[in-house]
């Protein structure tokens, strides 16, 4: 089955701090990752794509096949990096229906 | 240009009525998407439109659940006899076609089922 797992319902570091949003994936095929982010009050959006290996507001995710991972990070948070984070994946038809994570809710304190 | 919106943003009915929600997608966008969001269960597809066909009915819940689009642009979806674990955000989203192209998604509408 195609699953994507988030394990960590809730991620609180501090302004300046390295962040990391683990997502881990079942897939029988190869896959295409996004990570989405819902800034509050604000509709959910996409920030990067792992096809097009860039860096968008300072954050980056590899994915690793061998482990089935496509973890997110950026070395030094900001506090308006605070918003939940999704990591997804298309399904092996290619119809761009996307299979989200549950969920990672980043806290940056100041 | 304006983004995908949908109405109403906010739905308050009693269970076992039906409601229907409604999404404007961005001009040009041949593909739209239907997914729910809610606190159990995440966010869940559940329905996809190639122009005017669903290829992919797989994630409505029930056949309580219906969508339709027509002239390749609004899309409705209908839930019957509403029940109270119908209760959740539904997000629509568009992309210029199905594939891996970008969805671009809507503001959602906030059922609430009493």
């Known amino acids: 089955a195609q699953r994507v797992t988030q394990p960590e319902k809730l991620l609180s570091v501090f302004k300046g701090a390295p962040v990391e949003l683990k997502c881990n994936y079942s897939?029988?095929?190869?896959?295409?990752l996004f990570w989405y982010v819902q800034y509050s009050r604000q509709r959910l959006q996409l920030l990067l794509r792992?096809?097009s290996r860039e860096s968008i507001k300072g954050f980056t995710a590899d994915l690793n096949k061998g482990e089935t991972s496509f973890h997110l990070k950026k070395p030094f948070a900001q506090e308006e990096d605070s918003a939940m984070y999704y990591c997804?994946?298309?399904?092996?038809?290619?119809?761009?229906?996307?299979?989200f994570g549950q969920g990672t809710t980043l806290q940056v304190k100041p | 240009g304006a983004g995908v919106s949908q109405s109403p943003s906010n739905k308050v009915t009693e269970k076992g009525k039906d409601v229907e929600l409604r999404c404007d997608p961005i001009s040009g966008h041949t593909a739209l998407y239907w997914y729910r969001q809610s606190l159990g269960q995440g966010l869940e597809f559940l329905i996809y439109f190639q122009g005017n066909s669903a290829p992919d009915k797989s994630g409505l819940p029930s056949d309580r659940f219906s969508a339709e689009r027509t002239g390749g642009s609004v899309s409705t979806l209908t839930i019957q006899r509403t029940q109270q674990e119908d209760s959740a955000v539904y997000l629509c989203?568009?992309?210029?076609?199905?594939?891996?192209?970008?969805?671009?998604f809507g503001p959602g509408t906030r059922l609430t089922v009493l």
């Open positions: 997804a994946l298309t399904s092996s038809s290619n119809t761009g229906k996307l299979i």
């Open positions: 989203a568009s992309s210029l076609q199905v594939g891996v192209n970008e969805q671009f």
């Open positions: 897939y029988s095929g190869s896959p295409e």
């Open positions: 792992h096809i």
